[in-house]
T-cell receptor, first 114, second 110 residues
Framework: EPEVTQTPSHQVTQMGQEVILRCVPI?????FYWYRQILGQKVEFLVS????????KSEIFDDQFSVERPDGSNFTLKIRSTKLEDSAMYFC????????????FGPGTRLTVL | EDKVVQSPLSLVVHEGDTVTLNCSYE??????LLWYKQEKKAPTFLFML????IEKKSGRLSSILDKKELFSILNITATQTGDSAVYLC??????????FGPGTRLSVLP
């Protein structure tokens, strides 16, 4: 069965550093998403991406965040100048069409900011 | 402000019991409501509901949407210990946001 993969599974960084979280969506999927889940809290939508541009984003997705599809397979989330409160599990997802019901989620990257 | 509320937040039952989980929402541009099960890591998709009154069913799980009263329920019959998880409700607020509720933590005891 096709799957979305994410690397690394756990990233530890110092406050103020930049991190790049990587995702490999399913190969024929065209829509890509990032979510985060702070420990013990609800899942929060960050951004959706289609045709090399952001199609939707939440209020959380401010100038500190950016997304990119640098090549034909990777989809990245960059967090600049990390803060303690950025510590969370970050999930990538992809879908063939803009349909949250057909998304495949990756296993997540746990980001710990010290 | 877009809002998805779930109740109860936590529920403990015994195997064989039937449970009903609730989700209510307030969003500006409703497109669909989705239910997920989250065990250890990423949520896994259960149902997507777009129309009122049409029950979706998968095994012991079923769900229905009421777009007039802005809520949905998820029923699980004959619960098993493997049903223990956090059940998430989310609403596709088309073109703006995808809003998750806080989840209902279900614990099924043997």
């Amino acid at each position: 069965e096709p799957e979305v993969t994410q690397t690394p599974s756990h990233q530890v960084t110092q406050m103020g550093q930049e991190v790049i979280l990587r995702c490999v969506p399913i190969s024929n999927h065209l829509y890509f998403y990032w979510y985060r889940q702070i420990l013990g809290q609800k899942v929060e939508f960050l951004v959706s991406f289609y045709n090399n541009e952001i199609s939707e984003k939440s209020e959380i997705f401010d100038d500190q965040f950016s997304v990119e599809r640098p090549d034909g397979s990777n989809f990245t989330l960059k967090i600049r100048s990390t803060k303690l409160e950025d510590s969370a599990m970050y999930f990538c997802a992809s879908s063939e069409i803009r349909d949250f019901g057909t998304q495949y989620f990756g296993p997540g990257t746990r980001l710990t900011v010290l | 402000e877009d809002k998805v509320v779930q109740s109860p937040l936590s529920l403990v039952v015994h195997e064989g019991d039937t449970v009903t989980l609730n989700c209510s929402y307030e969003v500006t541009n409703f497109r669909s409501l989705l239910w997920y099960k989250q065990e250890k890591k990423a949520p896994t998709f259960l149902f997507m509901l777009t129309s009122s009154g049409i029950e979706k069913k998968s095994g012991r799980l079923s769900s229905i949407l009421d777009k007039k009263e802005l809520f949905s329920i998820l029923n699980i019959t004959a619960t098993q210990t493997g049903d223990s998880a956090v059940y998430l409700c989310a609403v596709d607020n088309y073109g703006q946001n995808f809003v998750f509720g806080p989840g209902t933590r279900l614990s099924v005891l043997p």
